[in-house]
């Protein structure tokens, strides 16, 4: 019997394009987030919030997921964890909000090229987890990057560093939470809902909210928070299961670099430091590439749990 993960397989061809809607989405998510720049980024997060809710819920009841909800509200030590991944995602949305509104768009894709090798010093420092060589090349060279940018005098990049740390620990939780990629975020939007929905009230009352006392086109952009944050999470997990890892490991590098492009688009300054700090970045990607390709060659790739 064939793997369905094989590159030929109707399931490896709809893993891609799954994957490819995923990354390009959140690739030029910053042209969203431009769209509603005259909303404050702690509504943005709000709308965010709750319309994620709404329409996560939908697809949950389509897809008959009610009962992984209720196990996880119900299990008390995983609904701890999924409060903690909760925050996780938080702090990683209204930073990346407020970034993109302050022109920092390429801190943003800095912030999501490094997330990978966080990701391999995660395992090292958390799991215990030994680096292979190219590994422990791409994290000095991406180190030097970051480094950089910091003694260049533009200061320290830290919405680069904010964006990548939360989503990192955010990764994790989830990857040790045996939960799917729906109820899961599901779960952590519904913890959310009070604080968001109280914000929001709060603002409304204090006619500070462009909700509902702006135009009809910023409250269709503003509901549209919902869609646009599950759509792409749906498609990765559809991806997930349908691709191997290494596969996947290449096509996260899709979204930092449309989001590099945007801020060219939108004339964000790209200095010299700029500059050279992401050609240490890209270096290291290429490192890191070859290195999951070799890994890939030596062994077979690990089965991808079903957690759509």
């Known amino acids: 019997m064939s793997d369905s993960r094989e590159p030929g397989s109707d399931a490896a061809r709809a893993g891609v394009a799954a994957g490819l809607v995923a990354y390009v989405l959140w690739g030029v998510f910053p042209v969203y987030f431009k769209l509603v720049a005259s909303v404050a980024p702690l509504e943005v997060l709000a709308h965010r919030i709750i319309w994620a809710l709404a329409f996560g819920g939908l697809i949950i009841l389509a897809r008959r997921q009610w009962r992984e909800v209720w196990r996880a509200l119900t299990h008390s030590v995983m609904l701890r964890w999924l409060a903690l991944s909760a925050l996780m995602i938080t702090i990683n949305w209204l930073t990346y ?7 920092r768009i390429f801190e943003t894709s800095l912030g999501y090229y490094i997330n990978p090798l966080m990701y ?16 422990l090349l791409a994290v000095i060279l991406a180190a030097i990057g970051v ?32 939960i799917g990629a729906m109820p899961g975020l599901f779960v952590e939007t519904l913890l959310l809902f009070p604080l968001a929905f109280a914000w929001l009230g ?23 928070a919902g869609p646009f944050t ?36 939108y004339g964000e300054p790209l ?16 490192v890191f590439s070859t290195d999951a390709i070799r890994a890939g060659r030596k062994k077979p790739p690990p089965v991808v749990p079903a957690t759509a």
């Open 97 to 103: 909000i407020w970034a993109i509104q302050n022109e």
């Open 120 to 135: 391999v010093l995660a395992g090292v420092m958390l799991f215990g987890d030994r680096l292979r060589r190219l590994q």
């Open 147 to 178: 480094l950089v940018l910091t003694l260049s005098g533009d200061a320290v990049p830290y919405v680069a560093l904010v964006l990548g740390v939360s989503f990192t620990m955010y990764g994790v939780i989830r990857k040790y939470v045996v």
């Open 202 to 224: 709060y603002q409304m009352q204090a006619g500070e909210a462009a909700f509902a006392s702006g135009s009809s086109s910023m409250n269709v952009l503003l509901l549209l």
């Open 230 to 265: 599950v759509i792409p999470l749906m498609c990765f997990a559809i991806a997930a299961r349908r691709l191997t890892l290494t596969t996947i490991g290449f096509m996260q590098f899709i979204a930092p670099t449309l989001q590099f492009c945007t801020g060219i688009y």
């Open 271 to 286: 200095t010299t430091a700029h500059l050279v700090c992401f050609g240490f970045i890209w270096t290291a990607v290429l």
